[in-house]
């Protein structure tokens, strides 16, 4: 653990930065604003209280929920990118490696931010796209491999949340695997870091599972709902 520990004693001034910048603008919920301009209401008394895409879809309709969508995915995009430029000019052995344990975090307090949002009370959304996003800027492989997930439950269940927590447990296991593959050479080819340390292989597999943790726990309600029989699929508002 020496390499993390080098890590934030050389880096505190960006991890914090990153912290702060992903958290805040990950706080802006674009569903309870698209909501608030379309139908002046709260999409959190609407529905299923939710302020994330799936409800705005039922409660709101397509084009608010594409909106809804496009705004959670930034969310986790500029974030990361932001981490990502925070150690632009690092140089050296470990300069991807300590690139990619800032990333991370910035990826975990986007997760965050869009979840229990400063700005409306922490009440916000289960941060499932917000999290494909941070896959996808983390390890693109990720990514990849939770629309295959989404697609193969949504066509057996049609229920989008069954979907999002599959992708919650399997998050951190496809995260260490090919991590783990990387380290061996195995994917190195297809990886965004093809030599991690074993550090950097552990540190990426905890975040992972605490943002698994956190949709899980967001998504509570339904979980109740499924084992209940009573958690519907999707339709949209027309």
Known sequence: MEELTAFFSEYWLQTIIAVLAAYLISSVN???????????????????????????????????????????????????????????????????????????????????????????????????????????????????????IFAVFFMITGIISVCALINAVALPVNTIVFKFLDYNNVTAAISPMPSPSISFILFSAAITFIIGLLVIFRHKENIQRLANGTEKKIKAKK
């Open 30 to 148: 674009t569903s309870i604003i698209v909501t608030r301009i379309v139908l002046h209401k709260d999409i959190r008394s609407m529905g299923s209280g939710n302020a994330g895409f799936t409800n705005v879809l039922r409660c709101v309709g397509k084009a608010p929920a594409i909106v809804t969508f496009i705004g959670d995915f930034l969310k986790g995009i500029i974030s990361v990118t932001i981490a990502y430029f925070l150690m632009f000019g690092v140089q050296g052995a470990n300069a991807d490696i300590y690139r990619g344990y800032l990333m991370y975090i910035a990826g975990l307090f986007a997760v965050v931010g869009h979840t229990f949002p400063i700005y409306y009370k922490f009440k916000g959304g289960k941060g499932v796209v917000t999290t494909f996003a941070v896959m996808f800027m983390t390890d693109w492989r990720m990514s990849v491999m939770a629309l295959l």
